[in-house]
């Protein structure tokens, strides 16, 4: 059994799609176009954000949004200490240094609690992650950051269509940052990014700044990139934007199966929803003490499985120069000893949802 399925041949997808192609290709316009000025309002709409600029990538919004609110060389940023490389990356990317801070064991994002004492004179943002699908309780964090003047960018690139104390990601912190990886909640069919937020001046940067910082053709007031969320790609989002409740539903749908049927699963811990938020599994993350042993018995049977993440941030090659050891930060060490992905896609058929409970339960009797 496959890990994931696009969902190309959802009924009525294709046909949504080869429109957007088509308004495309007749047009003849390829980049910064009406395509993208359409998903741009569509999506900052959605999120409750008063504005959307489109980037080349998830990477590239959290850097873009980082440069544009002023993080320099010399600041500090709060970051999780569990939570895929790319928000730690984006960090090293504007010259910042990179303090990690361990996330809460059951829901897996930051709290306001944990960033606390992480906070000196030279901190200059937090970036909380809604990682898995759960969404970050952003009001505490905000709370905490307007005491202490920082910049709070969430990184939601996990998380389109959560909701947090009922409202949606993108519209919670001072801006956010989201991928649109094929394989995401909202996904286009390549690479494409895109930060949300409601301040006029900071989405006037972000656009000069994935546009060679230019408002003008040849007129480059600040030195920018070329990061441009293109036409096609704008067009094929739009019209899977159109969908993602109902398919953030089926993901809900097949979750709560899978914690019906994984229920009393020997050494097996399930995945945590607060009663504030509205989870979207982007993954459905188990832990146990026997993970390796686990997935191998699964692949055994068929079943594909991954692990997000198998090396936690802090040991990775790339972030060594920071110097923390194994032991620095336990719970992102325990995360990357246990946590297990199972199968889960809006399309995944219901019986398979069974199947794999099935042959993880059969395992853990006794």
Known sequence: MKFFDLGLDEPGLRAALDEGYRRVMDRGWA???????????EFAAYCGADQA??????LDALVLA??????????????????????????????AAVVPVEVDPESFVLTAAAI????????????????????VDMAPILELAARHRLFVLEDAAQSHGALSHGRRTGGLAH???????????????????????????????????????????????????????DELQAAFLRARLERLDEANTR???????????????????????????????????????????????????????????????????????????????PIAEALADEVLSLPLWPGMPLEDVDRVAAAISSGSSG
């Not at 980049?31 to 309002?41: K, N, R, Y």
């Not at 600029?53 to 998830?58: E, L, P, Q, T, W």
């Not at 020997?266 to 599994?281: F, I, K, M, Q, T």
């Open 31 to 41: 980049i910064l176009g009406p395509e993208l000025e359409a998903f741009e309002a």
């Open 53 to 58: 600029i489109g980037v080349g990538n998830g």
């Open 251 to 329: 993901r809900r749908e097949r979750a709560a199966r899978y914690s019906w049927r994984l229920a009393g699963a020997n050494g097996l811990s399930l995945p945590a929803e607060a009663a504030w938020a509205r989870h979207v599994y982007h993954l459905y993350v188990v832990r146990s003490p026997e993970r390796d042993a686990l997935q191998a018995r699964l692949a055994a049977e068929g079943i594909e499985t991954l692990i997000h993440y198998p090396t936690a941030c802090h040991l990775q090659p790339a972030f060594a120069h920071l110097g923390y050891r194994r032991g620095d930060f």
């Open 116 to 135: 606390a004492p992480a906070i000196t004179p030279r901190t200059a943002a937090v970036i909380p992650v809604s990682l898995y699908g759960h969404p």
């Open 66 to 95: 980082l440069r544009a609110a002023g993080v320099t060389p010399g600041a500090e940023v709060i970051v999780p200490a569990h939570t895929f490389a790319a928000t730690w990356l984006a960090v090293e990317a504007v010259g």
């Open 175 to 229: 801006a956010t940052a989201f991928s649109f990886y094929p394989t995401k909640n909202l996904g286009a069919v390549g690479d494409a990014g895109a930060v949300t937020t409601s301040d006029a001046g900071l989405a006037e940067k972000i656009r000069m700044l994935r546009n060679y910082g230019s408002r003008r053709k040849y007129l480059h007031e600040i030195a920018g990139v070329n990061s441009r969320l």
